[in-house]
C-alpha cells in the first residue's frame, strides 16, 4: 500500500481523455500512521476502511479555455493498480441509479470466495 502506484483516466463520450498517475509515496501521512492514530483510542472488532485517496485533482479544462474540469453523465472513469485491480464507474445522475444494495455482508461473502479459489 505505501508504495502503491495509481493510474487514472477519465473517457467521455465527447471524446475527452484524461489520464494521470500517482504514488502513495507522495501522500502526506503515512498509512501506518494513520491505522496507528485510529487504533490508539478505539476498538474496531470487526475492522475499518481506510481511504487515503487517489492524489488526483484534474485541473486540464474540459471545455473553453480557463472553464477546468468538470464530470458529465457518461464519463468513463478509471482508477488502476497494478497489486489491487481497476475500478470503473460510469458518471450518471444519483436520482437515475439503482440503489446501492451491496452491503458489508456481501463484500466479506465475495472475499471469502475469492480466498477460496
Do not use: K
Not at 463520450?13 to 478505539?42: C, K, N, W, Y
Not at 474496531?44 to 477546468?68: E, I, K, M, N, W
Not at 497494478?82 to 458518471?91: C, F, I, S, T
Amino acid at each position: 500500500m505505501r508504495r502503491a502506484d495509481l493510474a487514472l483516466s477519465v473517457t467521455g463520450a465527447d471524446g475527452f481523455v484524461l489520464e494521470g498517475a500517482s504514488t502513495m509515496r507522495e501522500i502526506s501521512r503515512d498509512p501506518l500512521d494513520l491505522v496507528a492514530q485510529t487504533t490508539a483510542m478505539h476498538q474496531y472488532p470487526d475492522g475499518f476502511v481506510l481511504f487515503c485517496g487517489t492524489l488526483f485533482a484534474p485541473t486540464q479544462d474540459r471545455g473553453a479555455p480557463g472553464s477546468g474540469f468538470t464530470h458529465q453523465v457518461g464519463d468513463v472513469v478509471r482508477i488502476r493498480s497494478a497489486r489491487l485491480g481497476e475500478l470503473v464507474n460510469r458518471v450518471e445522475h444519483s436520482e437515475r441509479l439503482a440503489p446501492w444494495r451491496y452491503g458489508v455482508r456481501d463484500l466479506m461473502r465475495h472475499v471469502a470466495r475469492r480466498a477460496a479459489r
